[in-house]
């Protein structure tokens, strides 16, 4: 069974600092993993997807994520926040043998920055 | 513009309404799908179509019944809904899934549903 865990429903970071949201997952086989954003009143906004290859994905906006294979782990980062980051940022999951439907999402973590 | 669009951006009906939901997309992708969004809820998968054919329908009430006319369009018809009801609801689309295709979805920006 495939699931996919964001252990924090608010992150709070200052204008300038580095973010990182956190997400964890659990498919049976090997994982095709994305991060979307959301602003209020919007539908969801494709960020990035790791693939295959080099663990660090780069991506819109940017973001970026580490794709972790030990630690079952693709956690969203960014180096320096700007307010307008402030969003709702959903990690997915899904097993590359599985159809597209297939796809979990996590619960969402609201990113809050801070002027 | 994420070459999916949807309308009505907002929609207020009575209980015993009839109303629809339109998703248009131009991404020349062969899977469309109807997403619920509520609050403090996670996102839920109504249905998928592909290449024109249903091939999930999660556990939807009746009251919800979607059509796929082709592959550029997906319609959510909406009869005698619930309060309960009332949430965001999301059309995405995506190509394949398998092989070659990773299958990322991109959404359109919902449509927002009150029920009174």
């Known amino acids: 069974a495939q699931s996919v865990a964001q252990p924090e429903d608010q992150v709070n970071v200052a204008e300038g600092n580095p973010l990182t949201v956190k997400c964890t997952y659990s498919?049976?086989?090997?994982?095709?993993l994305f991060w979307y954003v959301q602003y209020p009143n919007r539908g969801l906004q494709f960020l990035l997807k790791?693939?295959?290859?080099?663990?660090l994905v780069k991506g819109s906006y940017g973001f970026e994520a580490e794709f972790n294979k030990s630690q079952t782990s693709f956690h969203l980062k960014k180096p320096s926040a700007l307010v307008s980051d402030s969003a709702l940022y959903f990690c997915?999951?899904?097993?590359?043998?599985?159809?597209?439907?297939?796809?979990?999402f996590g619960s969402g973590t609201r990113l809050s920055i801070r002027p | 513009e994420t070459g999916v669009t949807q309308t009505p951006r907002h929609l207020v009906m009575g209980m015993t309404n009839k109303k629809s939901l339109k998703c248009e997309q131009h991404?020349?992708?062969?899977?469309m799908y109807w997403y619920k969004q509520s609050a403090k809820k996670p996102l839920e998968l109504m249905f998928v179509?592909?290449?024109?054919?249903?091939?999930e329908n999660n556990s939807v009430p009746s009251r919800f019944s979607p059509e796929c006319p082709n592959s550029s369009h997906l319609f959510l018809h909406l009869h005698t809904l619930q309060p309960e009801d009332s949430a965001l609801y999301l059309c995405?689309?995506?190509?394949?899934?398998?092989?070659?295709?990773?299958?990322?979805?991109?959404f359109g920006e919902g449509s927002r549903l009150t029920v009174l």
């Open positions: 995405a689309s995506s190509q394949g899934g398998g092989g070659l295709y990773t299958g990322e979805l991109f």
């Open positions: 498919v049976s086989g090997n994982p095709y």
């Open positions: 790791y693939i295959t290859g080099d663990n």
């Open positions: 997915a999951v899904r097993d590359r043998k599985s159809s597209a439907s297939k796809i979990i």
């Open positions: 991404l020349g992708h062969n899977a």
């Open positions: 179509y592909s290449l024109e054919e249903r091939v």
